[in-house]
């Protein structure tokens, strides 16, 4: 019964917090400069939660070598992403190289 409450009581608070945000969406403005300056929060934590998964995939130190599959296929999957611009196809050949690299 506890576990019923705690999860009733997490997904409450989860909805007050985004149904907030929703309910003044219209009624308020940031300044331009702001909004601007929000473009960039997305791939500024998305950098931030895969930089460390990249770069310290034990977790206990920097390995920047060719035994590291994480960065040889962040680095494929970058240079894939930047040449199509397609996401999936980024997506799909990053995990697929990365795939084959632990496979060998």
Do not use: C
């Amino acid at each position: 019964m506890n576990e019923i409450i705690l999860i009733t009581g997490m997904a409450a608070v989860t909805f007050f917090i985004r149904y907030g945000l929703f309910a003044v969406a219209g009624r308020f403005h940031f300044p331009a400069w702001l909004s601007q300056a929000l473009t960039y929060v997305p791939p500024a934590v998305l950098t931030a939660i895969i930089a460390p998964a990249l770069l310290m995939p034990s977790g206990q130190q920097i390995e920047l070598s060719l035994d590291n599959n994480y960065l040889l296929a962040g680095i494929m999957a970058i240079l894939i992403a930047w040449f199509s611009k397609n996401l999936l196809a980024t997506i799909v050949l990053g995990m697929a190289i990365f795939g084959a690299l632990q496979w060998l």
